[in-house]
């Protein structure tokens, strides 16, 4: 079991930059990929950012060179740094996990409750 809570969503101006955090209970932490998926108002669940436990990560098409996805093991957490953000990153960002990194991409196991992030223009 995996219980994951966020942090460090908020409003920022087009350009700007957020770092989110997510920290994770559970003693198998280090064996679950992990990984961050979003909503934005009307739209289904978007995969954004993924990292295998043993750190390899992948990122959607519209957010690679802009953010960036980290895992401390040590700590049980998981960040994603997101800079030269755009109005269409506004969403509710959850993190995510599971043990088959397929899984974590559409229906992970494991949920937090969500941290919005909201970009004006």
């Known amino acids: 079991q995996v219980q994951l809570v966020e942090s460090g969503g908020g409003l920022v101006q087009a350009g700007g930059s957020l770092r989110l955090s997510c920290a994770a209970s559970g003693r198998t932490f280090s064996r679950h990929h992990m990984g961050w998926l979003r909503q934005a108002p009307g739209k289904e669940h978007e995969f954004v950012a993924g990292i295998t436990w043993s750190g390899l990560n992948t990122y959607l098409d519209s957010v690679k060179g802009r953010f960036t996805i980290s895992r401390d093991n040590a700590k049980n957490t998981v960040s994603l740094q997101m800079n030269s953000l755009k109005p269409e990153d506004t969403a509710v960002y959850y993190c995510?996990?599971?043990?088959?990194?397929?899984?974590?991409?559409?229906?992970?196991?494991?949920w937090g409750q969500g941290t919005q992030v909201t970009v004006s223009s």
């Open positions: 995510v996990a599971d043990e088959s990194f397929g899984k974590l991409v559409e229906r992970p196991d494991y």
